[in-house]
């Protein structure tokens, strides 16, 4: 099947690495240009239109499917007690030690069934989708125990098979300390756990930070999980600086994420580092904290990528606009800045650049389409709905 996309506008990245500093504002820009698409590849671009095609779609904004390269996706049900409790007043770390927060959420993951838990978070998958995402990471860590992190692993292994998106899994036993263990052996735990999940994905994370992890565990842990193979992220400055981003760059992370609560030194080791600052400011939104120093990261050359961190309780948000419209009011990002962060640095974070994250020859054929918008309006809009996204060349239209 051949289809062709005439874009009145499309803007991309190119190449398979991350990009740094200024050079996360050069994107290409090709105007009325035709992307023609067979099996599911991107294999030529023309500047007229072919004489056949099976479909043709069109569009005056053509840009690459947003990468969110950190979500907390699989989980089960929701927590409005945690938000209404916060709006009036108490922290989240406060909701945490209190054994609400993401415990609540351990409890109603164990206590939901498989069909459940692939019902509700193919759901979520779709939702993403319809919004122009069509990459995700899906992270473990609302089991807390072998059989329950297992069991969100074999959720993800559906996901995979039967969702329409990309999904990219993440081991994060790391989330949070469950009762009746202290970290010591919690994370001794954890280190033999790896072997089970050796083959199921290549990243772990872990949360350091004031009521998780501390340096001293974070670091016998990535040790431990860098020895087996695995690529390391690190949850860190979310709510604290304890000291995370050193470790980071110092274990050479893939990522160092959140980064709300970072200093002039960590922007310094982080722009020399080869560690990818990933930053999600609808958790900053959602917990009314402050935001990470975006401006100051780019502006000392870092990699920053750009996600959603959806998730219950820190940012039940589904909404790529919104990402984008805070990064532009709050993380002092412009634009281009913003796309390469979500396509190509996201990409980039997963290890998947060379099939996604730009709309090149011999990529997937993996994009968003819009009607009535240029680049700065769906960072402007929040909550415009691209006509079609077209995923390994299969098109889906709103
Ligand atoms: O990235 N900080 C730890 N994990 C999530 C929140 C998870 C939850 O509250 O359920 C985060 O903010
Ligand atoms: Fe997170």
Redesign the pocket.
Known sequence: MKLVIYAKRLYTSIGNSPKRGHQMSQLEKLENIFICVEDGKIVEFLNHKPRSADFLLEGDLVVPGFVDC?T?IP?YGY?EQ?FLRRVSGLS?SQI?NSGG??YE?VSKLRGATFKELVRFNLNLTKIFLRKGVTTIECKT??GLDEENELKQFRVIEILKKISPIDVIPTFMGA??IPKGFNQQDYIDYLIKTLDLVKDKCDFVDI?C?TG?FDIYNTQRYLEAAREKGFKLRI?AN??SNIGAVKIAVQMNAISA??LLKIDDKDIEFLSQSGTTAVL?PT?SFY?NETYAPARKLIDNGAAIALGS?F?????PVIEPSLVMNLAVRFLGMSPQEILSAYTINSACVLGIADRLGTVEIGKEADFVIYKDADLETIMYFIGIVPKYIVKRGQIFEN
Do not use: C, K, Q, V
């Not at 998730?311 to 940012?315: A, E, L, M, T, Y």
């Open positions: 950190h907390h989980f927590r945690d989240y945490h927060g993401i959420s860590g609302y989330h949070a949360f930070d998780a949850h979310e709510l994420d959140h999600m958790t917990l961190d998730n219950p309780g820190s940012s």
